[in-house]
């Protein structure tokens, strides 16, 4: 068991930029696969990106890609979401979630859906709005 810490949330206006961190503090998340959500108010939780801590492999959903880039320090035990270049849809409150094996194995070339995460974060609240 272990908490998933997620930071770097804020306001900004359309065009401007946030780096969220997800940090499990003394775990190692090095055959974890991490992924970030969102969820807007009154819409369903949406993936946004994920990344396999064992090769660093990376998935975006369409409407990020290009702008979203996730990263990892397997060291620090964190990952980060680069937001640039942000757009009034990516309001909401942001999720960072890690799951050891199905994730890994049975979504080889894909995010897998929320539901297969073991592990979430409190979540952090970005607002973009001119």
């Known amino acids: 068991q272990f908490a998933l810490e997620e930071s770097g949330g804020g306001s900004v206006q359309p065009g401007g930029s946030l780096r969220l961190s997800c940090a499990a503090p003394?775990?190692?998340?090095?055959?974890?696969?991490v992924g970030w959500f969102r969820q807007a108010p009154g819409k369903e939780r949406e993936g946004v990106s994920c990344?396999?801590?064992?090769?660093?492999?990376?998935h975006y959903v369409d409407s990020v890609k290009g702008r979203f880039t996730i990263a990892r320090d397997n060291a620090a035990h964190t990952v980060y979401l680069q937001m640039n270049n942000l757009k009034t849809d990516d309001t909401g409150v942001y999720y960072c979630?890690?799951?050891?094996?199905?994730?890994?194995?049975?979504?080889?070339?894909?995010?897998?859906?929320?539901?297969?995460?073991?592990?979430w974060g409190q979540g952090t609240q970005v607002t973009v709005s001119s």
């Open positions: 979630a890690a799951e050891a094996a199905k994730a890994r194995t049975q979504y080889p070339t894909m995010c897998a859906p929320g539901e297969v995460y073991d592990y």
């Open positions: 003394g775990f190692s998340l090095d055959y974890y696969t």
């Open positions: 990344i396999k801590m064992h090769d660093g492999s990376t």
